[in-house]
């Protein structure tokens, strides 16, 4: 971590201890586990809390990386600029949408009525759920594996329900989704980063004046993104046509924002240099300004080179907050979905399919303060996997993997398709590395993740067991 943010060993560590002991004495003030409950209740209260930040720390270290990595491979956000950005959109994403995706893991993975009668089994098994695929991300986290936390907390939930419940007790159809996004996913987001690498190689690398047409096709990407989001995260709820005019209003207004800012930051070079010839070497301080971005690079050069970066740098930004703010929404729901299972079997509302656990607004923060933690902590080494080992990333490769993978997660979203995030960015990430050629991606690491991808449900799985059986013995009853 020290190495990492470039700050001393001794502020690294003062960073861990605050928050290990936030995370110790914050639950106890919590509403969730209040001095009113009984004592047994509250310390079984405390202990939920407890595993669910471990799972949203898991999280944090592993799963940020979708938003975060390829911007910090690139050069277009340092490593510190990524993780303030992230703590603030992932915790803002938790905290104020969080709440809407959370269902899904309480009700659409395991079948509640099968373990009626059973709080203490059920509980227990929720709990477990929340350690095994904690364990597992910890693991993945530890080699810099980019694994999905949506598969680890399924795969140890039906683990559980396997064993304990029988076969009735899992939903089959949201296993099959996701056994099925194993393909889907990579290959959706390797297709699409691919067609957009090449357009930008085609509209921008090749065009007469290239830092011109970096500028005119930054507002129609950032229009597309927007209105693609909107349509996805925000619909409206009134008719299709409703939705459709409220997407199209949000993305002429950002491709209207994103004008002025390039226009602004940039008028002057724009001005100055855009009748250069693509190959114009121009102004060779300017070009010396990114050194690390310019080693063999094809096409504009020079000053050129320096405002096309700079344009994709400004985009990529704006993806990696998008995606940042939209995966707290998301994945949050991986933590805090079991936790609020749990909570609601100890405080006597009990899980049924007609009426779904509270989400109390504690929780919903806590996931998010998890979340923050993790990735202060941990979070830096798989954004260095997703970021730098992977494939060599600039600003126009790195915004084509992001802008790849966040159109095909929003809009598969929308369609019902079994995506996951993090599958769909190291895709889009290696579809980068195809355009470029094959001996551009590096193969070792891409078989170490995908090896990873195919023991994440069974590792999950029989975590889940093992831990069940513990905590059963542990703890036999509430009542």
Not at 114 to 127: A, E, R
Not at 209 to 226: D, E, H
Not at 244 to 252: C, N, P, R, S, V
Not at 311 to 322: D, I, T, W
Request: hydrophobic share 55%; proline share 4%.
């Amino acid at each position: 971590m020290a190495d990492a943010f470039h700050i001393t060993p001794g502020l690294a560590v003062g960073i861990t201890a605050a928050i290990g002991l936030a995370a110790l004495v914050l639950p106890i003030y919590m509403p969730s586990s209040a001095p009113g409950m009984p004592f047994k209740i509250r310390s079984l209260s405390y202990i939920t809390l407890l595993f669910g930040f471990y799972m949203a720390w898991n999280i944090g270290a592993n799963d940020v990386a979708n938003a975060m990595g390829t911007s910090v491979g690139s050069g277009a956000l340092s490593l510190r600029q990524a993780v303030l950005t992230a703590a603030v959109l992932e915790f803002s994403g938790a905290f104020m949408v969080g709440s809407h995706v959370s269902h899904t893991m309480q009700s659409g993975i395991l079948t509640a009525g099968v373990f009626s009668g059973k709080d203490s089994l059920l509980f227990c098994g929720m709990l477990s759920s929340l350690g095994a695929a904690g364990t597992w991300l910890q693991v993945a986290s530890y080699f810099g594996w980019p694994v999905s936390t949506t598969h680890c907390i399924i795969g140890a939930l039906v683990g559980f329900g396997l064993v304990y419940g029988g076969i009735g007790a899992v939903y089959w159809k949201s296993l099959a989704r996701v056994v099925a996004s194993w393909v889907v996913s990579p290959v959706l987001g390797a297709v699409v980063s691919f067609v957009v690498y090449r357009c930008i190689r085609t509209f921008v690398y090749s065009a007469p004046n290239p830092g011109q047409a970096a500028a005119t096709a930054a507002p129609i990407a950032v229009f597309l993104g927007a209105a693609a989001l909107s349509f996805t995260v925000f619909p409206a709820k009134a008719s299709l046509g409703m939705a459709a005019a409220q997407a199209l209003g949000l993305g002429f207004l950002a491709a209207i924002l994103i004008t002025i800012v390039i226009r602004r930051q940039l008028g002057g070079l724009l001005g100055l240099y855009c009748e250069l010839p693509a190959e114009d070497q121009g102004d060779d301080k300017a070009a010396k300004q990114l050194p690390s971005l310019m080693g063999k690079v094809e096409g504009p050069k020079g000053t050129q080179l320096r405002i096309v970066y700079s344009v994709f740098g400004y985009l990529q930004v704006l993806s990696a907050c998008f995606m940042s703010f939209a995966h707290g929404a998301n994945d949050v729901a991986n933590a805090i979905g079991p936790i609020s299972a749990a909570l609601a079997i100890l405080h006597g509302t009990g899980l049924n399919t007609s009426a779904q656990p509270s989400m109390p607004i504690d929780v919903l923060a806590w996931g998010g303060f998890g979340i923050v933690a993790g990735l202060m902590v941990w979070g830096y080494r798989v954004i260095a996997t997703i970021g730098q080992k992977i494939t060599e990333l600039t600003p126009t490769r790195g915004f084509a993997a992001e802008f790849a993978a966040a159109t095909v997660v929003v809009l598969a979203s929308r369609l019902g398709l079994p995506i996951s995030a993090t599958h769909t960015l190291v895709g889009a990430v290696m579809g980068v590395g195809f355009a470029r050629g094959l001996n551009s991606l590096r193969g070792e690491v891409v078989r170490e993740i995908v090896a990873s991808w195919m023991v994440t449900i069974p590792v999950g799985a029989f975590l889940s067991v093992v831990y069940t059986f513990i905590l059963t013995w542990l703890v036999p009853s509430l009542v």
